[in-house]
């Protein structure tokens, strides 16, 4: 079975540009998520998809990050203007379905590494 | 609201030796507890849940919920267990949230 795929692996922008990255998760998981993780930290959720609607984006700065997931499968996460604490690793994960019954299993991409200078 | 510690950031132990990674929660909820464990180069994944009572790769791990604890035993340690271990809990709104992380490192 493939994995998670997501796109650029890494990424080096000024800051104030702007950068896209791409997911393609594991064919028929419904539930689609993006965390961030920081350097020395967890990974923090952004945004958690159920097919192409948003279940949770509590935690995604809207002034500068926006995410879609038009079709149901593919994902893009998209940051503009980038400052420069956007730098972190962008992990891509997705799950059979949303809930309990899933058992909190969800499976990673490799990340996509952000250096913003 | 929910939270994850795990007051360990780095956690050093000789091969053949007991390891015990530990992981505090707070939840007023039913918590589900997890594992999760990332090796060099290699993704993130899944390594036990409480639910399971299962143990992988010789890692064991109990739910207390009078300490809320949820901590990570293995009675020996291997080389190939250094890795970056993160415990998580699934919340009530069906988010999986995750500590901060504890580096293992196991020494010959």
């Known amino acids: 079975e493939a994995g998670v795929a997501q796109s650029p692996r890494y990424k080096i922008i000024e800051k104030r540009q702007s950068v896209a990255f791409w997911c393609n998760p594991i064919?028929?998981?419904?539930?689609l998520y993006w965390y961030q993780q920081i350097l020395g930290q967890g990974p923090k959720l952004l945004i958690q998809f159920q097919n192409n609607g948003v279940v949770d984006d509590s935690q995604l700065p809207k002034d500068r990050f926006s995410a879609e997931r038009l079709k149901g499968v593919d994902s893009t996460l998209k940051i503009q203007p980038a400052k420069l604490e956007d730098s972190a690793v962008y992990l891509c994960a997705s799950s059979f379905n949303q809930g309990r019954s899933s058992g909190g299993t969800i499976y990673f991409g490799e990340g996509s590494w952000l250096t913003v200078v | 609201a929910q939270r994850v510690t795990q007051p360990e950031k780095l956690l050093s132990v000789f091969k053949g030796a007991p390891v015990e990674l530990k992981c505090n929660y707070s939840y007023s909820g039913s918590p589900e507890l997890f594992w999760y464990v990332q090796y060099s180069r290699q993704r993130l994944q899944l390594l036990l849940r409480h639910i399971s009572r299962e143990s992988i790769k010789g890692f064991t791990a109990d739910l207390n919920k009078g300490e809320t604890s949820f901590h990570l035993k293995k009675p020996f340690a291997q080389e190939e267990d250094s890795a970056m271990y993160y415990c998580?809990?699934?919340?009530?709104?069906?988010?999986?949230?995750f500590g901060q992380g504890t580096r293992l490192t196991i020494n010959p």
């Open positions: 064919s028929g998981h419904a539930t």
């Open positions: 998580a809990l699934f919340n009530g709104a069906q988010k999986l949230v």
